[in-house]
């Protein structure tokens, strides 16, 4: 008879038939933070549960989503590339900043089995930024990506206030929804789309795919920008993308992507109803490489 395998540790507890499932769902994976930043995050506030990588295509979308929904132990899970726009009509409920958005990125399965959706990329970015001295309203903005991450963002810009809101997205049909959603929803609020690097802006942000793999193109030149532009950036993982080193080698003032996931912490322990019994989650997933 062979030994027992010994008990699977996460944090500083076993895993045992109580523990409750979280993840992420995207495709690619392999450049999460999440994993490691929940992971530790449970374990300081004492949460018995797991945070797991869950990687499918978007074919494969509606099959997870329909095995995961079943899984009573599911507490919820995160959503990336490329499937924060594709998730949200095939959940049960969304919240109406996910419809100002036009993406999901937080899912619960509620208790009555139901999959409910949210967004806070947005919320953890301008958080994340303000977190640093750059102050969000009334400040001219160029956002350049208007996939799940751009939407979330232009939205929650448009909430803290921005004065101006200029945009540009390869893919005209996802822009121009995107426009219609802003202009709905925030309709005192200027907004536009530009084809090549305005002047005049304070922040110029790439919230496109491009930096995560080796040898992709920047999504813009920072150096085309006013000198005092900050340069900001929602891709993690590499930390320090070419168009990040590009900036920061120029003098250019850098903000990382790695700050959107920071300030989503406690927005993620709030919608899965998990305590945090007064520890700063947001200094802990700082410290987190």
Same mark, same amino acid.
């Given at each position: 008879?062979?030994?027992?395998?010994?008990?699977?540790?996460?944090?500083?507890?076993?895993?045992?038939?109580?523990?409750?499932?979280?993840?992420?769902?995207?495709?690619?994976?392999?450049?999460?933070?999440?994993?490691?930043?929940?992971?530790?995050?449970?374990? +300081?506030? /004492? #949460?018995? @549960?797991?945070? *797991?990588?869950?990687? $499918?295509?978007?074919? !494969? %979308?509606?099959?997870? =989503?329909?095995?995961?929904?079943?899984?009573?132990?599911?507490?919820?899970?995160?959503?990336?590339?490329?499937?924060?726009?594709?998730?949200?009509?095939?959940?049960?409920?969304?919240?109406?900043?996910?419809?100002?958005?036009?993406?999901?990125?937080?899912?619960?399965?509620?208790?009555?089995?139901?999959?409910?959706?949210?967004?806070?990329?947005?919320?953890?970015?301008?958080?994340?930024?303000?977190?640093?001295?750059?102050?969000?309203?009334?400040?001219?903005?160029?956002?350049?990506?208007?996939?799940? +991450?751009? /939407? #979330?963002? @232009?939205?929650? *810009?448009?909430?803290? $206030?921005?004065?101006? !809101? %200029?945009?540009?997205? =390869?893919?005209?049909?996802?822009?121009?929804?995107?426009?219609?959603?802003?202009?709905?929803?925030?309709?005192?609020?200027?907004?536009?789309?530009?084809?090549?690097?305005?002047?005049?802006?304070?922040?110029?942000?790439?919230?496109?795919?491009?930096?995560?793999?080796?040898?992709?193109?920047?999504?813009?030149?920072?150096?085309?920008?006013?000198?005092?532009?900050?340069?900001?950036?929602?891709?993690?993982?590499?930390?320090?993308?070419?168009?990040?080193?590009?900036?920061?080698?120029?003098?250019?003032?850098?903000?990382?992507?790695?700050?959107?996931?920071?300030?989503?912490?406690?927005?993620?322990?709030?919608?899965?109803?998990?305590?945090?019994?007064?520890?700063?989650?947001?200094?802990?997933?700082?410290?987190?490489?």
């Amino acid at each position: 008879m062979e030994p027992a395998s010994p008990p699977l540790f996460t944090g500083h507890f076993a895993v045992n038939g109580a523990t409750r499932l979280y993840g992420t769902i995207g495709d690619p994976i392999r450049q999460l933070r999440a994993t490691a930043v929940m992971s530790q995050v449970f374990a +300081a506030v /004492g #949460a018995n @549960a797991v945070w *797991l990588p869950f990687e $499918g295509s978007a074919e !494969l %979308l509606p099959l997870m =989503l329909d095995a995961l929904g079943k899984m009573r132990n599911l507490g919820g899970f995160t959503v990336t590339i490329p499937h924060k726009t594709g998730i949200l009509p095939l959940l049960g409920r969304t919240t109406r900043r996910a419809q100002a958005s036009g993406s999901v990125n937080l899912v619960r399965r509620d208790k009555d089995g139901v999959l409910s959706g949210d967004i806070v990329d947005g919320t953890g970015f301008v958080l994340g930024l303000e977190a640093f001295g750059n102050k969000v309203k009334g400040a001219s903005v160029w956002l350049v990506g208007l996939g799940g +991450a751009g /939407g #979330a963002i @232009a939205a929650a *810009l448009c909430e803290a $206030g921005v004065g101006r !809101l %200029l945009v540009t997205e =390869l893919n005209d049909a996802r822009a121009d929804a995107a426009l219609k959603r802003l202009s709905k929803h925030y309709p005192n609020v200027p907004t536009a789309s530009v084809d090549t690097p305005p002047k005049g802006i304070h922040y110029a942000i790439n919230a496109t795919p491009l930096g995560l793999k080796v040898g992709e193109p920047m999504s813009f030149d920072p150096m085309q920008l006013d000198p005092d532009v900050v340069v900001a950036e929602v891709i993690m993982s590499p930390v320090e993308t070419p168009l990040l080193q590009r900036a920061r080698t120029h003098g250019r003032r850098i903000h990382h992507g790695r700050h959107m996931l920071d300030h989503q912490v406690p927005l993620y322990l709030e919608w899965f109803g998990i305590d945090a019994k007064g520890v700063d989650v947001v200094a802990l997933a700082r410290s987190i490489v």
